[in-house]
Every structure is written in C-alpha cells, then in structure tokens.
T-cell receptor, first 114, second 112 residues
C-alpha cells in the first residue's frame, strides 16, 4: 500500500523567498512521484514528475523536486516565490504497473505575501 | 494543446436521484480514471478503466457507482442513488502508456 504525507497544510512565504513544500511517501515498490498544483476553482495541473533516472527533476514555472530514496522524500522547491504561485499543491505517488492509480497527499496551501 | 474536458461544471441533485458525470478524455489516451475530492479533503482515487473494463477500484467505488465508455470519446461516471456524502468535486483523468495522468477541470456535485 502507498501513502503520502505532506508536512504543513498551510505555508506562507514572502514574494522572492524560497518555497519549500515537504512530501514524504511510503511505497512497497519503487515509486513514481508527482507534484500537482490546483488553482482556485480549477483542476489539477502537473508540475513535475519522477519516474526513473535523474533524481533532481525540473518542472514548470521554475519548480523542481529531488527524489531521495534514503529519506523517502520528494520535496518541492522554488528559489524565488511569485504572487502567481499561490495555490494548493498536492504530492502524489503511484506504483509502476498497468493501472497506476495515484495516491495523493492532503495538500499544502501556499500563500505568497507581498 | 489537447485537454480533458468534463461536463457539467456544476451539478445539483436531490438525494436519491441518479446522476451521470461526463468526461471526454484526450483522444489517443488509453487509460481513464475518476477521482473525487470532498471539500477540504485530499483527492481520492475511485476507479481506473482500460480496454473497456475496470482495472482497479477503491473501497469508495461501491455498487452505487458505475463507469462506462459508451462510444469512442466519452467516459462517464454514474451514481445510481446519490447520498449527501457524495457531494464532492469529481475529476476525470486520462493517460497513454508510460505517461502521467492529465486531469480535467472537474465537476462539482452538490447533493441536497
């Protein structure tokens, strides 16, 4: 069984500051890991994903995440927050396999302060 | 850029009524999914569908739920007799082999 824990349901940063959103996962097999962003009243948009290969993955809008197997983590970072980054961010895990359902974390609401 | 579409964007129904939520996945995609998100809670997997049959389903997906791909484009979720606790945002997603899932904008279902 898979699970995802996102530490911090709400994170506030100042515009221009580092964004760090934490995600830890549990999986019995090598995981596929994803970060999705949800803007108000919109669907889920993929930010980035890790499947195999390079453990530091870059996504859209300047975000990146690093897969650390030893720490079972996949934290999301962005060097400099922008007001438009304010949204809810979901970490998700899936196992390789034919169906590959996603298991989501509970989400982190990011607020960017002027 | 191709996208997953869902209709309606908001559906209000009375308890006990049947509802059908519709999705049009991206045209060359082969795997289809429904998820739901109760207000303030995490996104939960309901069901996956491939090759015209259910691949996996969660405990939430009981006998009140069914899915269908009636033609080459639509993918529907039916709730036979809605309950208050079915009120949620329902997301459809689709993908091809070895790709991520692409999500639609969701249908907000309100059961009164």
């Amino acid at each position: 069984a898979q699970s995802v824990t996102q530490l911090g349901s709400h994170v506030s940063v100042s515009e221009g500051a580092l964004v760090l959103l934490r995600c830890n996962y549990s999986s019995s097999v090598p995981p596929y890991l994803f970060w999705y962003v949800q803007y108000p009243n919109q669907g889920l948009q993929l930010l980035l994903k890790y499947t195999t290969g390079a453990t530091l993955v870059k996504g859209i809008n300047g975000f990146e995440a690093e897969f650390k197997k030893s720490e079972t983590s996949f934290h999301l970072t962005k060097p400099s927050a922008h007001m438009s980054d304010a949204a809810e961010y979901f970490c998700a895990v899936s196992e390789s396999g034919s169906a590959r359902q996603l298991t989501f974390g509970s989400g982190t609401q990011l607020t960017v302060l002027p | 850029e191709p996208e997953v579409t869902q209709t309606p964007s908001h559906q209000v129904t009375q308890m006990g009524q049947e509802v059908i939520l519709r999705c049009v996945p991206i045209s060359n995609h082969l795997y289809f999914y429904w998820y739901r998100q109760i207000l303030g809670q995490k996104v939960e997997f309901l069901v996956s569908f491939y090759n015209n049959e259910i691949s996996e389903k969660s405990e939430i997906f009981d006998d009140q739920f069914s899915v269908e791909r009636p033609d080459g484009s639509n993918f529907t979720l039916k709730i036979r007799s809605t309950k208050l606790e079915d009120s949620a945002m329902y997301f459809c997603a689709s993908r091809v082999v070895r790709s991520e899932q692409y999500f639609g904008p969701g249908t907000r279902l309100t059961v009164t």
